[in-house]
């Protein structure tokens, strides 16, 4: 937290981040591919249609489980598209998700859902409710992007969620404008895909996907990032505050940010909710405001249990990492985000606001 | 007076009491459909699963809904954006479809049909969300049917596309048409009541149940519930019930085989909070019509809707006039619960209600109209 390139104003952000060390006690660092797919057992699919006239896109991002992992959700947004998530109460028999799919379109998106359910259910990944019978178990989560740069019609379906469940595979992970995070926009700048993880000094691995599409803004009136002090290694570029070159937001009854956080822990649904709901708070300090009136904001929980020690004691420390792990992806989604000019779409980047910041 | 009769006076005497002043007479129709504003629509796949859409309007707008989701194996769509504080106030449509989780598919064909008509929450442009909630309820693989076979968008938009005012099908259609309910055939029900000050209240269900919806001797749980002769006379059963509906009809080994779900709608106008309510109290239904109910194997979800014909400030201590629309939803969703089970007919598979008590049913014609 010392390199002098930083201005003075980031001496509070540093302060800050030293209380949050001190009270996590936790040494942490990215896993080696600073995505969610660090979490043993977590894979990730995306598809993105965009449209080569206008330049308008959208997608859906799916986050699969193969073996199942055990499900929480946060859903504090005032505008939500959900499937699934009344089966996510800790009382409700199913414990185990396969997929949570994040996508665009609206309300509309929601049919991404039905081609994961049936891409999961050939590879008999699900609920088993019989012999070789499986209901796959996919909460779902949309925001809205429809319109923008491209007709009104053109959004996720079926086979958006077929798609982009095929080509789920562990690895790096795309981000920027890509899957759910492809139309998605960000307090009037460009918003889009990140991911980030984190390893704990015990060893439990975190990691976070989310689609940026947020009313409100991911930095301050001098292109500072709020979430900037919780940058692990050199994972954002941090040069120091320019001229302000801010867009206003466009539509603030049109948007929504969701998200998935995994775990290599064993959590208990209602710990998985838990961690879920502190998670949450990664969106309010990297997004202000969040969990608008027009915001959908849902936070969804899978947690492998490939580490197998009891985390009744631990879940404080995986809902803390959890929640600044979230706050770093929604960072690197608005710096992996690209702007769009195609004939009267326009829509900056905050790379393309800021060109000195991302320098780097 | 046989004892039976008894307890269905003092019920009624009670139900009485509970609503002082407000008499109660089924709708024309005793269907959800009595409630100006809401129309039905059925799709029914061979083999038996299907697909029903209660569309609810006013003014070619949507209305406030609400929801009670207290089953334990739920498989829902839009239900996080029913809460109160949330921003959406409208619904257009409500989803009810067989086919488990899979069947949530059916919802997307009923968006398609209604943004076709223009029907949805504006989103500027001229364009529109269409608001659907929906449940699902377990019928995939019944009776030797392929598992792969349930409802998919084309359910939902056919459903759609069929609905309307005026009488409404019952037993094996639709989301009951692979119904089973506690060792019977399930099926499909509604009701309605016309309560004083023009205030109509009416239900839809898919009865789909672990619980039974008699006891053990084979009396229906809610028949003293019965309006204006509804039920044809049911006749109180004395000899007991069949030697194998002695105990508690096992539960499959498959487990999450079940969930019952369902609609009421009333004509008053209603806040989204107050919707809530309505749909809290009328989920008593349930558990006054099926036992158990709320299990861990059922998803049991309520809807509730009302479609604003009627100003709650015309009926005045607003307070009181929910606890009576919602005491009328409870006593409704049960008695659309007995014409889903008097309604259903015999498969290869499951015996209906009236075919394992020919006695009770002696007195109704198979196959009358209400």
């Not at chain 1, 300090?285 to 020690?309: E, L, N, Y």
């Not at chain 2, 609400?66 to 996080?80: F, H, K, L, N, Y």
Request: proline content about 6%; overall charge neutral; charged content about 15%.
């Amino acid at each position: 937290m010392s390199r002098d390139r930083r201005s003075s104003s980031y001496a509070c952000a540093a302060a800050v981040f030293t209380l949050f060390s001190v009270s996590a006690s936790w040494a942490q660092t990215p896993g080696p591919l600073n995505a969610i797919t660090d979490v043993p057992g977590i894979e990730v699919g995306q598809y993105t249609s965009t449209d080569a006239t206008s330049g308008g896109g959208t997608g859906t991002t799916v986050v699969v489980s193969r073996a199942g992992a055990v499900g929480g959700v946060s859903q504090r947004g005032g505008a939500p598209g959900t499937r699934e998530t009344d089966l996510l109460r800790p009382e409700n028999l199913v414990e185990k998700v396969n997929a949570v799919v994040l996508s665009g379109g609206s309300a509309y998106g929601l049919a991404a859902a039905d081609g994961v359910m049936l891409c999961l259910e050939a590879q008999g990944i699900g609920f088993p409710v019989g012999p070789n019978q499986v209901v796959p178990i996919v909460p779902s989560a949309i925001l809205f992007d429809p319109g923008r740069c491209a007709p009104f019609s053109r959004r996720p379906d079926a086979s958006f969620g077929l798609a982009a469940c095929n080509a789920a595979s562990g690895g790096p992970v795309q981000q920027g404008n890509v899957g759910a995070g492809a139309g998605a926009r960000s307090g009037g700048s460009k918003g889009g895909l990140g991911t980030a993880s984190t390893v704990l000094s015990n060893g439990i691995i975190v990691g976070a996907i989310v689609a940026v599409n947020s009313s409100g803004r991911t930095f301050d009136t001098e292109g500072n990032f709020y979430a900037g002090f919780l940058e692990l290694g050199n994972e954002f570029p941090l040069a120091p505050p320019t001229g302000a070159d801010v867009v206003p937001p466009s539509n603030l009854l049109q948007n929504t940010t969701i998200a998935v956080v995994a775990t290599s822990a064993r959590l208990t649904k209602a710990q998985a909710t838990k961690v879920a709901q502190m998670a949450d708070d990664g969106l309010a300090r990297a997004i202000k405001p969040s969990h608008g009136v027009g915001d959908g904001d849902t936070i969804f929980v899978m947690a492998t249990g490939t580490d197998t020690r009891d985390a009744t004691n631990l879940v404080n420390g995986i809902g803390s990492a959890a929640a600044d792990t979230l706050s770093r992806a929604v960072v690197h989604a608005i710096l992996a985000a690209q702007s769009i000019h195609v004939d009267s779409c326009n829509v900056k980047s905050y790379c393309e606001q800021f060109p000195q910041k991302c320098a780097k | 007076m046989k004892a039976s009769d008894i307890c269905a006076v003092v019920f009624v005497a009670l139900s009485s009491v509970a609503s002082p002043g407000w008499a109660q007479v089924p709708g024309p129709n005793n269907a959800i459909t009595d409630v100006p504003g809401i129309k039905v629509g059925h799709f029914t796949g061979n083999p038996l699963t299907g697909t029903t859409v209660v569309i609810a309007e006013k003014g070619g707008q949507g209305v406030a809904g609400g929801v009670s989701q207290r089953g334990g194996a739920p498989g829902t769509r839009e239900t996080d954006l029913l809460r109160p504080e949330n921003l959406v106030q409208i619904v257009n449509a409500i989803t009810l479809s067989g086919g488990s989780a899979y069947g949530l598919a059916a919802a997307s064909g009923v968006m398609q049909c209604l943004e076709g008509q223009g029907v949805g929450f504006p989103v500027g442009g001229g364009n529109v969300v269409p608001i659907v909630p929906t449940a699902i309820l377990f019928d995939p693989g019944r009776c030797g049917a392929p598992f792969n076979y349930r409802p998919n968008f084309s359910f939902g938009l056919a459903a759609c596309s069929a609905a309307r005012s005026g009488p409404v099908q019952e037993g094996n259609v639709g989301a009951g048409a692979g119904a089973v309910s506690g060792g019977v055939k399930g099926g499909l029900g509604t009701a309605s009541v016309v309560l004083d000050k023009g205030v109509i209240v009416g239900a839809i269900v898919a009865v789909n149940s672990v619980g039974a919806t008699f006891d053990a001797n084979g009396n229906l749980y809610a028949a003293p519930l019965e309006l204006a002769g509804e039920f044809a006379n049911l006749i109180p059963i004395e000899g007991g019930p069949p030697p194998h509906m002695s105990k508690p009809a096992a539960v499959p080994g498959g487990l999450l085989r079940n969930t019952t779900i369902a609609v009421v709608a009333t004509n008053v106008e209603l806040t989204k909070t107050q919707a809530t309510k309505i749909a809290q109290m009328a989920d008593d239904g349930l558990a006054r019509a099926i036992k158990p109910t709320h299990t861990p194997y059922d998803g049991d979800t309520v809807f509730a809707v009302g479609t604003g014909r009627i100003s709650m400030a015309t009926l005045g201590d607003p307070a009181f006039a929910e606890y009576v629309i919602g005491s009328a939803a409870a006593d409704v969703l049960s008695r659309a619960v007995v014409h889903a089970i008097l309604s259903a007919e015999s498969t290869p598979c499951e015996k209906s209600y009236c075919d394992l008590f020919p006695n009770a049913c002696r007195n109704r014609k198979k196959g009358a109209q209400k």
